[in-house]
């Protein structure tokens, strides 16, 4: 079911999705499971709100069962996102000569940077992977 979402959560979806400088494009990022639960979780956390508040916007005809309904769909994406990285390994990342921290998400073949993962950006970084710790 897709449902029309309110002029508050539509601005965050347009902040977090241009934000980093970068043209990648929202369903692009959704497929990072550290990112799609974070985003995900905001996206509920903004609609309860909403609830909490007695924001005005919900007087309006039918905006509940949208706000209900979209809720919804993103806790299950949130589910969906947990269920993903539990097929995976989660773990800190460790920066040798240069300054990096967060969390990353290894999958068979793809590895997933958190939300709030730091580096100083540079040329010619790289990321290698062991199993020696």
Same mark, same amino acid.
């Given at each position: 079911?897709?449902?029309?979402?309110? @002029?508050?959560?539509?601005?965050?979806?347009? @902040?977090?999705?241009?934000?980093?400088?970068?043209?990648?494009?929202?369903?692009?990022?959704?497929?990072?499971?550290?990112?799609?639960?974070?985003?995900?979780?905001?996206?509920?956390?903004?609609?309860?709100?909403?609830?909490?508040? %007695?924001?005005?916007?919900?007087?309006?005809?039918?905006?509940?069962? %949208?706000?209900?309904?979209? &809720?919804?769909?993103?806790?299950?994406?949130?589910?969906?996102? &947990?269920?993903?990285?539990?097929?995976?390994?989660?773990?800190?990342?460790?920066?040798?000569?240069?300054?990096?921290?967060?969390?990353?998400?290894?999958?068979?073949?793809?590895?997933?940077?958190?939300?709030?993962?730091?580096?100083?950006? &540079?040329?010619?970084?790289?990321?290698? @992977?062991?199993?020696?710790?």
């Amino acid at each position: 079911m897709r449902t029309t979402l309110p @002029l508050s959560v539509v601005s965050l979806l347009f @902040l977090t999705a241009c934000s980093g400088g970068s043209m990648i494009s929202l369903s692009d990022r959704l497929e990072n499971p550290l990112f799609a639960e974070r985003y995900a979780e905001t996206i509920v956390g903004r609609l309860v709100e909403l609830e909490i508040q %007695k924001d005005p916007l919900l007087n309006e005809a039918g905006m509940i069962e %949208k706000v209900h309904a979209l &809720r919804d769909e993103w806790l299950e994406k949130a589910q969906e996102a &947990r269920e993903t990285q539990r097929g995976g390994f989660i773990g800190e990342f460790v920066g040798d000569k240069e300054y990096a921290r967060g969390e990353v998400l290894y999958l068979p073949d793809m590895l997933f940077f958190s939300t709030v993962f730091e580096t100083e950006p &540079r040329p010619g970084l790289h990321v290698y @992977l062991t199993e020696v710790v």
